[in-house]
């Protein structure tokens, strides 16, 4: 028996006639429109739904084979997924492009323009979501059966404008016009609790009734997310907040009290309105653990009835599921999983977390303390009181197996607790993330040894077994193939085919062609033409690109710095043989985080004057492309030549725009600092460009007392840069980046400043010689294999997962 009728799908067009009858149904049917009257928009969503339905269809069959084999399946838990937009990756990965471009122009449009009304999804900010959504594509393209969880943002982060008063927030509604990738489920909707109190229960120490002063439910909608050059295609799936039914007061409204009747329904459903609502407010920080509880108290639910589908008990729960913790975020999973056991499901304690801990594993992602999320107790209580019952009882239990292993070391139990005494008590997420998993790792070979070292010595110190290293990876289809389609047809002609798309590691074929002339000017040109592509400067310029969220860590103001000493250098000679150049920033700052704010401002300031003066700009240009994303870094990405990756040593993780950068041959200019250790291993020492202290030098200096001043008295060019702030000529915001400098710097901004001048320098003459650059060039891209995001699947299905392919059959 045909598969297909196995399962009850239609054939979908395979030829040019086929796929446009199906094309012209979908405008028919689900858009309720004709040829002669469709809109682009109208073209647009009936051929995103015929795209879609080559990949439910491949869904289906995943389903089918999945279920089936009922094997281990693997739980992506992140509060972010950039996904970006959707349409041309679909078309590539359904290979349908070449059909859908033949049925849209005999509808009388270009596939490139309704490639531009697909709108990215907003549903993340950094490198998080970024990570999230290349490990969810490599899970389907290895065929590993998975599913991420996520929260569906109205409005996702903001839209960033860029104006002489630097950064201001928009919002981003995204979903506007609706999203024709997503399915929405609503027979699924999960109810979630708040508020309220909890009661005994008659014979039980462990078990109590939880009665919840609110209730919101989880609406649940899924996107596809299919494999490349395989038939699987996973979901992540999506809840929005939604009011119950008993949240709009009629009485109210009849009285004319319209605002009132409906501020329950408002209130429930601000819990999936923005990505990170601003946490400066007691009301905002409630609204972000709100959103965090909603998260993993839908999924949980959710995977409970997958597992259930095929299963009964719970002694093969654990043997069943690994749920992935994708930082501190989705961490009141822990608690919630074990309420879920003990109280609804009544399962004995012991047992529940013995459940508990083989489940869920952590992923770290930060090294600042700040970031290592806290919650104040007094909040926890109020908004989850019997899960901070249940943490306490986890704490409890934890301190007697430390005070076991160190008899006497109070100190130790204080440092370990997962509740913070002094100076207020909270509850921390990173300690209950490390003691309820069965496995922590970091995302790079530095960040995680730091981790073992500093930030969870202690832990690490009980469970040295639990510590992994997994270093974070791209996805090359996103990043090259789509970003860079000129890069990725030479690379595929200078390899004799395009297999680098599944393993990564085959460009390293490339290096044989790095001494060829003939390839070397082809690189070159493709490099240029990308530039001209995006537009914002001299083609023939160094493009030197820093792009990532502002941080007072990451050190744009370091860049910065750079900057306005080049152009006082310029200006104090202007008949020199300058380099000319073209620095691009692009990025977001958080809206409460005004130091980074002002760092932006002071970009824009810089940029304008710049700009301005006429003995300066023909050789330097600073632009800063606003409302960075995924989308725009597929411009950005293809089209640098310097990756600037500058952030004070021991602070970055791992990162990732580093990758793609050197994936696309761009040569980095960085410290030894996160994934940069790594990639200048792999690429070769003369082929990045290093500067600056090393993560245990930066330490040391703190720790011996770091004066920025001494820096700054010592450094002819730093004074002038810094003066020039001081000094007004770029406005009160110039004062304030260049007080928290001298006064702090944090950073060690100023201490490294000078290498990195030097370093720099270095750049300028390695740039007059094309030949040695382009080599460089190519050199980044030919060692790049290992930065794949398949590769780091493989790693965590290997050492943290042990999780099989379940590969689905192909139709015949």
Same mark, same amino acid.
């Given at each position: 028996m045909d598969l297909r009728q196995g399962i009850g799908l239609r054939k979908l067009g395979r030829t040019t006639d086929e796929f446009q009858q199906d094309l012209l149904s979908n405008l028919y049917y689900r858009r309720g429109t004709t040829v002669e009257s469709a809109s682009a928009r109208d073209a647009y969503e009936a051929l995103s739904q015929t795209v879609r339905d080559h990949l439910a269809e491949r869904r289906a069959r995943t389903a089918a084979a999945q279920f089936a084999s009922n094997p281990r399946w693997v739980y992506y838990l992140s509060a972010e997924y950039l996904l970006g937009a959707q349409l041309e990756q679909n078309l590539l990965y359904s290979s349908t492009g070449e059909l859908a471009a033949e049925a849209v122009k005999a509808l009388g449009f270009s596939l490139e323009d309704l490639e531009d009304l697909d709108v990215e999804p907003g549903l993340g900010n950094g490198g998080l979501g970024r990570l999230a959504a290349c490990l969810v594509d490599s899970l389907a393209t290895r065929d590993i059966p998975a599913v991420g969880y996520g929260i569906r943002y109205d409005l996702g982060i903001f839209r960033q404008i860029i104006t002489e008063h630097g950064q201001a927030e928009l919002p981003d509604d995204w979903a506007f016009q609706g999203n024709p990738w997503e399915f929405p489920a609503p027979d699924d909707r999960q109810a979630v609790g708040f508020y309220g109190h909890t009661e005994p229960v008659a014979g039980s120490e462990t078990r109590k009734t939880w009665v919840p002063g609110e209730i919101v439910l989880g609406e649940p909608s899924h996107m596809l997310v299919p494999g490349y050059g395989t038939e699987t295609v996973n979901i992540v799936r999506l809840w929005s907040a939604k009011a119950s039914e008993a949240s709009f007061d009629l009485s109210r409204f009849s009285a004319g009290q319209y605002a009132e009747a409906v501020q329950e329904a408002v209130r429930a459903e601000n819990i999936s309105k923005v990505l990170y609502p601003d946490d400066s407010t007691e009301l905002g920080r409630e609204l972000r653990l709100k959103q965090q509880y909603f998260l993993v108290s839908c999924s949980l639910r959710d995977i409970v009835r997958r597992f259930r589908l095929r299963n009964e008990g719970w002694d093969t729960f654990a043997d069943k599921t690994v749920i992935q913790l994708n930082d501190t975020h989705p961490t009141i999973a822990i608690p919630e999983l074990m309420r879920l056991l003990v109280d609804e499901y009544e399962v004995e304690w012991e047992k529940a977390w013995e459940i508990t801990r083989r489940t869920f594993a952590y992923t770290c992602h930060t090294l600042l303390p700040e970031a290592l999320e806290t919650w104040p107790v007094r909040m926890f209580e109020k908004l989850l009181p019997r899960h901070l019952e249940i943490v306490y009882l986890i704490n409890m239990l934890f301190l007697r197996e430390v005070e076991a292993r160190f008899p006497g070391d109070h100190d130790r139990l204080r440092r370990m607790s997962i509740i913070q005494e002094e100076p207020e008590r909270r509850v921390r997420m990173a300690h209950l993330a490390v003691v309820g998993t069965e496995a922590v790792n970091g995302v790079a070979e530095l960040h995680s040894k730091l981790l073992r070292e500093t930030v969870l010595d202690d832990f690490a110190a009980l469970w040295p077994a639990k510590f992994q290293n997994v270093t974070n990876g791209v996805s090359p289809r996103r990043f090259v193939k789509l970003a860079n389609p000129r890069l990725s047809d030479l690379i595929t002609e200078g390899l004799g085919d395009d297999g680098w798309l599944r393993d990564l590691e085959k460009l390293a074929g490339l290096e044989r062609l790095a001494d060829d002339a003939s390839f070397r000017e082809r690189w070159q040109a493709i490099k240029r033409a990308n530039k001209v592509d995006l537009a914002v400067g001299d083609p023939d310029s160094l493009t030197d690109v820093m792009i990532k969220r502002f941080h007072e860590y990451k050190r744009q103001q370091l860049k910065l710095l750079h900057v306005i000493t080049l152009y006082q250098r310029i200006r104090q000679n202007p008949a020199a043989d300058w380099v000319p150049r073209t620095v691009l920033f692009a990025g977001k700052a958080a809206p409460a985080y005004h130091a980074a704010k002002?760092?932006?401002?002071?970009?824009?300031?810089?940029?304008? !004057?710049? =700009? @301005?003066? &006429?003995? *300066?700009? &023909?050789?330097?240009?600073?632009?800063?492309?606003?409302?960075?994303?995924?989308?725009?870094?597929?411009?950005?990405?293809? @089209? *640098?030549?310097? %990756?600037?990756?500058? %952030?004070?040593?021991? +602070?970055? *993780?791992?990162?990732?725009?580093?990758? +793609?950068?050197?994936?696309?041959?761009?040569?980095?200019?960085?410290?030894?600092?996160?994934?940069?250790? =790594?990639? #200048?291993? #792999?690429?070769? =020492?003369?082929?990045?460009?290093?500067?600056?202290?090393?993560?245990?030098?930066?330490?040391?200096? !703190?720790?011996?007392?770091?004066?920025?001043?001494?820096?700054? =008295?010592?450094?002819?060019?730093? #004074?002038?840069?810094?003066?020039?702030?001081? %000094?007004?000529?770029?406005?009160?915001?110039?004062?304030?980046?260049?007080? %928290?400098?001298?006064?702090?710097?944090?950073?060690?901004?100023? *201490?490294?400043? #000078?290498?990195?001048?030097?370093?720099?320098?270095?750049?300028? +003459?390695?740039?007059?010689? &094309?030949?040695?650059?382009?080599r460089m060039s190519i050199l980044n891209t030919a060692h790049s294999g290992f930065f794949s995001s398949d590769r780091t699947v493989a790693d965590y299905a290997a050492r943290i997962w042990r999780v099989s392919p379940v590969p689905v059959a192909p139709l015949t």
């Open positions: 002002d760092i932006i401002q002071l970009i824009a300031t810089v940029a304008a !004057r710049i =700009e @301005a003066d &006429p003995v *300066a700009s &023909p050789y330097l240009k600073v632009v800063f492309p606003a409302n960075y994303n995924v989308t725009l870094a597929e411009r950005i990405v293809p @089209a *640098a030549d310097l %990756s600037e990756q500058i %952030s004070l040593a021991g +602070k970055e *993780a791992s990162g990732t725009g580093n990758m +793609k950068l050197a994936l696309n041959g761009a040569v980095t200019i960085g410290t030894l600092d996160g994934a940069n250790i =790594e990639i #200048r291993a #792999r690429v070769g =020492e003369d082929n990045f460009f290093l500067f600056g202290m090393d993560a245990y030098e930066a330490a040391q200096a !703190r720790m011996n007392g770091y004066h920025p001043r001494h820096f700054y =008295e010592r450094d002819e060019e730093l #004074r002038a840069a810094i003066d020039t702030l001081t %000094s007004g000529v770029f406005g009160d915001v110039g004062r304030r980046v260049a007080g %928290s400098l001298l006064d702090w710097d944090e950073y060690l901004t100023l *201490a490294d400043f #000078r290498s990195y001048l030097e370093c720099q320098e270095h750049v300028e +003459k390695t740039w007059r010689d &094309p030949g040695r650059w382009t």
